[in-house]
């Protein structure tokens, strides 16, 4: 499995180094395939609607603090009409078409928990970059070829990052745009395959 695994990781690079017409799809697509296997090799015989759990356990809990997947989006919370925007940078008189990376906006699990307790803790880890890899690219991508609402496949930024945000107009209002970096995301697969157990646990084990 590791072996197949590390050739989608090259496969991807070598894509991404091609003259080919490779879109952002095209690599998340991959990518999410990758971490998707990891976790079903990591926790195999599970039922379906486990896989949301184990995709997202995988990336939380066996990520290093650098990948910072359990981090929450700030602008996605924005989005969806959790927050307000006086609450982000935003809200700073002319700040509003500000281009900003996760290190400038987004927070900590437990800072966005305690920096807005009107919304439920359960609803604030919907709002991490795990839970929002899984959901807005992996699912997204797998079933319709397209991107979920809020995701940009343009990166809103040139500089190193995971996530960069960038303003668009709809109906009027200035909505966050949602860019996961490719290099992001091909680093995160492969950290978990280098890192993927030569044999299945047990069945039973979680």
């Known amino acids: 499995m590791q072996k197949f695994l590390e050739g989608r990781i090259n496969l991807v690079k070598d894509l991404l180094r091609s003259d080919m017409d490779v879109t952002y799809g095209d690599i998340v697509l991959i990518t999410c395939a990758v971490l998707s296997a990891c976790a079903a090799h990591r926790w195999p015989?599970?039922?379906?609607?486990?896989?949301?759990?184990?995709?997202?356990?995988?990336?939380?809990?066996?990520?290093?603090?650098?990948?910072?997947?359990?981090?929450?989006?700030?602008?996605?919370?924005?989005?969806?009409?959790?927050?307000?925007?006086?609450?982000?940078?935003?809200?700073?008189?002319?700040?509003?078409?500000?281009?900003?990376?996760?290190?400038?906006?987004?927070?900590?699990?437990?800072?966005?928990?305690?920096?807005?307790?009107?919304?439920?803790?359960?609803?604030?880890?919907?709002?991490?970059?795990?839970?929002?890899?899984?959901?807005?690219?992996?699912?997204a991508y797998s079933h319709e070829y397209c991107p979920h609402v809020n995701i940009t496949e343009v990166q809103a930024s040139r500089k190193a990052a995971r996530v960069s945000y960038i303003g668009r107009l709809s109906h009027g209002k200035i909505k966050r745009m949602v860019a996961f970096h490719l290099d992001y995301l091909v680093s995160l697969a492969e950290y978990h395959v280098s890192v993927l157990p030569a044999d299945a646990p047990k069945t039973g084990s979680r």
């Open 45 to 139: 015989k599970q039922t379906k609607s486990s896989d949301q759990k184990r995709f997202t356990r995988l990336l939380v809990e066996h990520s290093p603090p650098e990948f910072r997947t359990s981090w929450v989006s700030i602008p996605s919370l924005l989005n969806d009409g959790l927050i307000s925007e006086r609450e982000t940078l935003w809200g700073t008189p002319g700040h509003e078409c500000l281009i900003l990376c996760d290190d400038e906006i987004d927070l900590c699990m437990e800072d966005a928990i305690a920096t807005f307790p009107q919304i439920p803790r359960e609803k604030v880890q919907q709002y991490s970059y795990a839970c929002l890899i899984y959901a807005w690219l992996r699912c």
